[in-house]
């Protein structure tokens, strides 16, 4: 590991609050030592990756991750923060950070290292020498392995006596005569990216086994290879784990067996608990019908039975690959929406309609800059539509599916069919490019079918269903929405204004928050008078549960941990600046509280900013850009209204049970929760 990782690659006092922040103080380092090429790149990529999965671990862990082109050899960078920072875990904030940065074409040596590293994590005594260390270079020595020489990597990872499981034999007391045959389990565990999660899903499995007295072989399907379980292995074996976040390799070898089919991080969170399950199922004698070994990735119902419904896996698939579309065209609607709004302060509204900056320009004149910032803002904004369809493909069927994604996008401009389409078309073409790398192929032209046979069959494919098809039809009820928003008046408007705010509040940053903010966002690129009040009404209710988690722990303390304080202060600022995630650790620990309380407050913030008639412009900001608000005081009086609402209901629900957390952390001496009664 010594190329991946040194002194100037750790920061043993890393001071970012978020995981954003944390990800990219990282990252800037990777870029001094010339191991990153493009630092927003990158951390797009990364972002990208964070939405399909958060990669927080528990036992203070962060893993954020991912594969990207801006990566020009593979790195680890590593960050010890002092007050933890929220990756997601269900037991808290991440103290000990790594970034891990591989090549689009990483080789597999690399990787095979960085899994290593991903077992390692799974000790208590390598995290606990991360966690004493002080000095970078030994820091760095530590994790590249230099204090003990690292077994041997292995592509199984097993407990028992390999030997035996492959043969099949009984264990034996050394005369031959059988003394007692463990319980088998073989697992597959895999991850997006195949980098960390993958190994350390496997690792846990293992040590778990270990525990249990159970023998258990594990076969790691991620980036550092995949090597298939012996077929004697799986035959001999009692029970089938799947740990798995993509489709798993070759599922028929393992029919025929009680089968426990859950996501990859419950491998790595809960392993007790997934042998326990497959050892009542193989009790019961329930085996994995054809059926069963065909459903989604991770698509068990949530305690390890791998039964849900079909439909339910096709819906957490859709919101991923809508999440990988607006993951991505969120810093395009950041930067030309922000411009936009610039241009508008400096030079007025009917700066829209400007004579192009490339044939008149003076430098002297605040109009033409005012100009010129408008039309880069609509430039960068006209790529909306195909970035959003180009990466909601992406997301569906990788690389093949970007050129038809965003000849999609922009055919769903040309015709018109606005946000809907561009939705639509990223469906079309990663469907296409899914349907078309089904077809068998002859050996030879299996290297041009991902760069030319693909992109041109899928293209011709999704214009015409976009230009002939669809598109019209698309076109029409885009049309109809804006007509309708428009003509939003009275109690219809406030209507939508609370629907829009119970959006943005309820999971804080999640899939129907982004699904609000794509909807707001989407009426800016062709404004309206009904689409700039959609925009102000779901900024306005987003910025309402930080500020009312800030605003709760300001005035009843004592109903919160310190930790919870702590973040209170941080969630004045992200409250205000439009960052409705500052919320999320507050919701995490007490989300039955917290969620219907800040709820409650963004649909009576988003109901009057409706009814008030408060319109925006800019796409995020704020109260940075409440000089370009429409009835900025009533817009203000709106926000205030709501978090009001949310800190009393929060208040009173948590001062119902009355606890009483103190400086230290809350617990009694002997780690006991103390509870007063009401």
């Not at 607006?326 to 922000?338: E, H, I, K, Q, W």
Request: hydrophobic share 50%; proline share 5%; charged share 15%.
């Amino acid at each position: 590991m010594s190329e991946l990782i040194t002194a100037e690659l750790v920061d043993l006092d890393l001071s970012a609050t978020t995981k954003d922040a944390a990800a990219r103080s990282l990252a800037e380092r990777m870029v001094a030592a010339h191991r990153v090429t493009d630092l927003d790149g990158f951390l797009a990529d990364v972002a990208a990756r964070e939405a399909q999965m958060p990669t927080g671990l528990d036992g203070g862990i962060g893993i954020p991750h991912c594969r990207s082109e801006h990566v020009s050899a593979p790195t680890l960078a590593f960050g010890r923060s002092g007050a933890g920072i929220d990756f997601g875990a269900a037991d808290g904030p991440a103290d000990l950070i790594f970034l891990i940065a591989a090549p689009t074409g990483a080789d597999d040596d690399h990787l095979t290292i960085l899994s290593g590293l991903a077992r390692r994590l799974m000790d208590p005594e390598f995290t606990a020498a991360l966690r004493a260390g002080t000095d970078p270079r030994a820091v760095a020595a530590l994790i590249r392995g230099e204090e003990a020489p690292e077994e041997p990597e292995r592509e199984q990872v097993e407990t028992g006596k390999q030997e035996q499981a492959e043969t099949g034999t009984e264990a034996t007391g050394g005369t031959g005569a059988a003394e007692s045959v463990p319980f088998r389990i073989v697992a597959v565990t895999s991850c997006p990216t195949g980098i960390a999660h993958t190994y350390m899903a496997a690792e846990s499995l293992a040590a778990a086994g270990r525990a249990e007295g159970v023998e258990v072989t594990v076969e790691t399907q991620g980036s550092a290879g995949f090597k298939k379980l012996d077929p004697a292995v799986v035959a001999a074996a009692d029970a089938v784990i799947w740990a798995h976040d993509v489709e798993v390799r070759e599922k028929a070898r393992f029919r025929g067996k009680p089968l426990v089919d859950v996501g990859v991080k419950a491998g790595i969170n809960r392993p007790a608990e997934l042998i326990a399950e497959a050892r009542r199922r193989a009790e019961r004698g329930e085996i994995a019908t054809a059926s069963d070994s065909d459903k989604a990735p991770g698509s068990g119902d949530g305690d390890g039975n791998g039964s849900g419904a079909d439909h339910a896996h096709f819906g957490v698939r859709l919101r991923t690959y809508l999440m990988s579309g607006v993951s991505y065209m969120v810093p395009f609607v950041a930067a030309g929406g922000l411009l936009i709004a610039l241009s508008f302060a400096i030079g007025g509204y009917e700066i829209a309609s400007a004579k192009s900056v490339a044939d008149h320009f003076v430098w002297g004149e605040a109009d033409s800059w005012a100009a010129l910032l408008n039309q880069i803002g609509s430039a960068a904004f006209g790529f909306l539509v195909p970035v959003l369809a180009g990466y909601i493909a992406y997301g569906m069927a990788d690389r093949p599916a970007l050129v038809p994604g965003f000849v999609g996008g922009a055919i769903a401009l040309t015709v018109n069919a606005g946000f809907l389409g561009g939705l639509v078309a990223g469906l079309l073409a990663g469907a296409v490019v899914m349907a078309v790398q089904r077809v068998p192929v002859h050996a030879t032209l299996r290297g041009i079918m991902p760069v030319l046979v693909i992109p041109l069959i899928a293209s011709a494919v999704v214009g015409f269903l976009m230009f002939i098809v669809v598109g019209k039809p698309i076109a029409s009820l885009q049309n109809a929405l804006t007509d309708w928003l428009n003509g939003l008046s009275g109690s219809n408007a406030v209507i939508l204004g609370v629907v829009l705010g119970l959006m943005m509040c309820f999971d804080m940053g999640g899939p129907l928050n982004k699904v609000a903010y794509a909807f707001a966002v989407g009426g800016l690129a062709d404004p309206t008078p009904g689409s700039l009040k959609v925009m102000a009404a779901v900024m306005a209710a987003g910025m309402v549960p930080p500020l009312a988690m800030a605003l709760a722990t300001t005035v009843r303390r004592r109903l919160f941990t310190k930790t919870e304080r702590e973040n209170g202060r941080a969630a004045w600022v992200l409250g205000a600046s439009f960052i409705t995630e500052g919320a999320i650790p507050f919701a995490a620990a007490d989300p039955l509280r917290v969620i219907p309380s800040v709820m409650a407050g963004g649909a009576v913030t988003g109901a009057l900013s409706m009814a008030f008639g408060a319109t925006l412009r800019a796409p995020h900001g704020g109260v940075f850009v409440v000089p370009l608000i429409g009835e900025p005081f009533l817009y203000l009086l709106a926000i205030a209204a709501g978090t009001l609402v949310a800190t009393a209901l929060v208040v009173l629900l948590k001062g119902a049970r009355r606890t009483a957390p103190e400086a230290a952390g809350d617990a009694g001496a002997d780690g006991s929760r103390v509870t007063v009664a009401a």
